[in-house]
């Protein structure tokens, strides 16, 4: 049977996985989740990842797998080729901490169910709901550009690697949000690389069957 | 001169870094870095750390590491015994998923970032705030538990591990919001046992040399 990767067309977290599930060649079946219509919480789905959030990879015994950075994780060690982060270990720290100024620092502040809150419980506009997005957008890429590296194709280098995977996914949110990138032209550069990458390509939500 | 920690002693992140440290016997010296004076964006602070947050790793060298998680994971390679995850591939994802449940899930959304930008530009009432920070808490915290093993001492077995140390942070931080734990007495019980260690007391924030 394979892998299935539970994933959503729009969530940038499922991007993630799929795009080193492409680069590192791993069959795999996408099984899609419908967050708008509610899927999530539905009873097949909720039995498989009770937390109600994609991605899920689910492998071959019916073990369930959560978390996107988890799973990358995992994915690396399984098939090390081609690798996502540097063999010596400060390089590596160093391409773990741009990831997560975006995984830790942008996203879960920004993620659908924080929003939600702030428009229901806190009764936001939708105005202030996009100020505080681009607040923490702004604040996040700033450190992410900081951490790179001057002059290289991707953030660390000449190849595709975990901080780039989680910055073209973030960028697809800040394009969807009108976030202004004219302050990261380097990242739009090293964004536009990786997205001519075939496997990214296949990644993007746009190229997805549940597009849509 | 060895390794410097820039912490600041209620910073839940800096206390996992602090108990890595200890817990793995490196020799380190604790430059406390006060939060409530605003150090964090004095000049030579800054510096140090564009980004104006502890935990800050700084090496004999100079070089600075960034993000809690990412400083542990080279604490870890640099050396590896006590191991922070377990060796098996599988069972190591399923350690992160649970670190990251609070690492990501629950830390950066409740991070006082936020709080007073809730507080600020949102203009909450700080019974609303409170709100706020426990239901990500509670969200959070029932992923995590969903997630460990059951009948063992700590999350994942007989040693401290990743997911422990997220864990006991987490909790300091429940603790100082009265948050009420009663719904996890299994993860009180493993907290109150990870803090009997010498290692992981003397990182908590009582027993730091700023506390106030």
Same mark, same amino acid.
């Given at each position: 049977m394979g892998l299935k990767l539970y994933s959503y067309w729009r969530s940038t977290t499922s991007l993630r996985v799929r795009a080193v599930l492409n680069l590192k060649g791993f069959d795999y079946e996408i099984v899609p989740v419908n967050l708008l219509t509610g899927a999530q919480s539905g009873p097949a789905f909720s039995a498989i990842n009770p937390s109600q959030s994609v991605p899920v990879l689910v492998l071959e015994d019916g073990t369930a797998l959560t978390q996107s950075l988890a799973i990358i994780d995992y994915l690396d060690v399984l098939?090390?080729?081609? %690798?996502?982060?540097?063999?010596d270990p400060l390089h590596r720290a160093q391409e773990r901490a741009a990831a997560y100024a975006i995984a830790m620092d942008i996203h879960p502040v920004n993620n659908l169910k924080v929003l939600n809150y702030l428009r229901g419980?806190?009764?936001? %506009?939708e105005s202030e709901v996009i100020r505080y997005v681009h607040q923490w957008m702004h604040h996040g890429l700033e450190a992410f550009q900081r951490k790179i590296r001057p002059g290289t194709a991707f953030t660390f280098g000449e190849r595709i690697g975990l901080a780039d995977i989680c910055l073209v996914s973030q960028l697809v949110n800040a394009r969807r949000w009108a976030f202004d990138l004219t302050p990261f032209d380097r990242l739009c550069d090293i964004d536009a690389r990786a997205v001519s990458n075939p496997s990214i390509a296949a990644a993007m939500p746009e190229n997805l069957p549940d597009a849509a």
């Amino acid at each position: 049977m394979g892998l299935k990767l539970y994933s959503y067309w729009r969530s940038t977290t499922s991007l993630r996985v799929r795009a080193v599930l492409n680069l590192k060649g791993f069959d795999y079946e996408i099984v899609p989740v419908n967050l708008l219509t509610g899927a999530q919480s539905g009873p097949a789905f909720s039995a498989i990842n009770p937390s109600q959030s994609v991605p899920v990879l689910v492998l071959e015994d019916g073990t369930a797998l959560t978390q996107s950075l988890a799973i990358i994780d995992y994915l690396d060690v399984l098939r090390p080729n081609p %690798p996502l982060l540097h063999s010596d270990p400060l390089h590596r720290a160093q391409e773990r901490a741009a990831a997560y100024a975006i995984a830790m620092d942008i996203h879960p502040v920004n993620n659908l169910k924080v929003l939600n809150y702030l428009r229901g419980p806190m009764d936001q %506009p939708e105005s202030e709901v996009i100020r505080y997005v681009h607040q923490w957008m702004h604040h996040g890429l700033e450190a992410f550009q900081r951490k790179i590296r001057p002059g290289t194709a991707f953030t660390f280098g000449e190849r595709i690697g975990l901080a780039d995977i989680c910055l073209v996914s973030q960028l697809v949110n800040a394009r969807r949000w009108a976030f202004d990138l004219t302050p990261f032209d380097r990242l739009c550069d090293i964004d536009a690389r990786a997205v001519s990458n075939p496997s990214i390509a296949a990644a993007m939500p746009e190229n997805l069957p549940d597009a849509a």
